[in-house]
């Protein structure tokens, strides 16, 4: 199969797909890899490490798209790249498309095959693709929120972990998955007040199994949240209902009782965030403010450590490529169940529950139905 890699041009996304140890295990696989020119440079990778792994490099995204049968990305295609991508061609990428219209519409207009990453899912219903990604944002929520809570960023001007004599900072975390996890596990190691919510009781228990003793476990619920939030100091956002849009856990209304500098971190803006004022940031301008809350809401929090990110991604989502290049869609996807679960449109169908009900479109059932397609 012909691989192409083409750069990412999300404002500030400096992680790549592929790196050359991916080459060279696409070319023991007897495929060919197009990579476009310094598309690993963000990530520390040069055209000549990728030559030297049997890459050959294109100078331009649109050679890339052209020569491709199936392309591997991180972010979701942006406009500029709806055009490029072509019926049949296969998408490998994270598309979040219950979050984008625009985007939801330009695919099934494509006809292309688009398998996305953060619904590829294991029989446990866990989430490989996004477990590595949901770990460097979860840990980098608190290096973030410990930043801007200080008073020239417009924060509380409060130190995470306080001085001996001085209580720390109080860290509320909504969601206590993979993100929530490594939030609480950061914010504690630095000495803050921690809690965390989440709707599911075992899994409360469970990290009240493994939590330090400066992590309290309180059951996620409207009055819960409302009572919490007006001690806090740094929030994360961090709760997902896979495919679907985040439930609005923290309305417009309620950033009136919280403390003037409270700094919000709604990692969850990816799936149309869990805290009703945040919209979508960058890392070039990260934060906003409303009434007093700093907002820190940027998309593609990974993006901003790529060095970390890349290797963390890739080698999750290597031998599901792999596959996916030795037996085509069709065969991977009736071979290996995790993979089917990623496919959320198909020949300008949309086979992902949940995608079509984020959009009200209809959801054709018969392809993901059919063992064999
Ligand atoms: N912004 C970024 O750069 C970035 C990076 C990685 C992940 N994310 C996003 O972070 C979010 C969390 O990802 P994850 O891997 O931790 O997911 P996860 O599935 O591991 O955890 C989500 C948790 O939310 C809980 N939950 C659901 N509804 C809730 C509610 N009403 N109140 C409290 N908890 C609730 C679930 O029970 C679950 O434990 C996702 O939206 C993901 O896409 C964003």
């Avoid at 450590?305 to 290797?311: A, N, Q």
Wanted: glycine share 8%; aromatic share 6%.
């Amino acid at each position: 199969m012909i691989i192409g890699v083409p750069k990412e041009i999300k404002n500030n996304e400096n992680r790549v797909a592929l790196t050359p140890a991916g080459v060279a295990e696409m070319k023991k696989n007897g495929h060919e890899v197009y990579v476009q020119t310094a598309a690993g440079e963000g990530s520390g990778f040069s055209d000549q490490e990728y030559i030297a792994y049997g890459a050959q490099i294109l100078g331009t995204i649109e050679e890339v798209y052209a020569v491709a049968e199936m392309i591997m990305k991180v972010k979701e295609p942006i406009a500029s790249e709806y055009n490029l991508i072509r019926k049949d061609q296969l998408v490998f990428t994270y598309f979040h498309f219950a979050s984008s219209e625009p985007l939801t519409h330009a695919m099934i207009k494509s006809e292309a095959i688009c398998l996305a990453y953060e619904t590829v899912e294991k029989a446990d219903r866990s989430l490989p693709l996004l477990i590595p990604m949901s770990e460097v944002a979860g840990r980098m929520s608190i290096q973030e929120g410990a930043k801007y809570l200080e008073k020239p960023l417009k924060g509380r001007g409060i130190l995470l972990g306080g001085v001996p004599g001085v209580p720390p900072a109080k860290v509320l975390v909504l969601g206590g998955g993979i993100v929530g996890t490594q939030a609480a596990k950061m914010a504690a190691g630095l000495g803050a007040q921690v809690t965390i919510m989440d709707v599911s009781l075992p899994r409360l228990r469970q990290l009240s199994e493994i939590m330090p003793a400066n992590v309290m476990t309180i059951i996620s619920n409207s009055y819960n949240i409302q009572n919490a939030i007006k001690e806090a100091d740094l929030i994360i956002g961090a709760v997902l209902i896979p495919g679907a849009k985040a439930p609005n856990l923290i309305t417009r209304e309620m950033l009136k009782d919280m403390r003037p500098g409270t700094v919000l971190v709604d990692v969850a803006v990816d799936q149309g965030g869990c805290i009703e004022t945040c919209e979508p940031t960058t890392h070039e301008n990260p934060t906003f403010i409303i009434d007093d809350i700093v907002h820190y809401c940027v998309a593609n929090m990974p993006g901003a450590v790529p060095y970390t990110s890349t290797l963390a991604l890739t080698n999750a989502t290597l031998p599901y490529a792999v596959q996916l290049a030795n037996k085509g869609w069709k065969k991977a996807c009736a071979e290996n169940a995790e993979l089917k679960k990623g496919l959320n449109i198909a020949n300008g169908k949309i086979v992902y529950k949940e995608v079509a009900e984020a959009w009200n479109l209809p959801f054709d059932e018969e392809l993901v139905l059919e063992p064999n397609f």
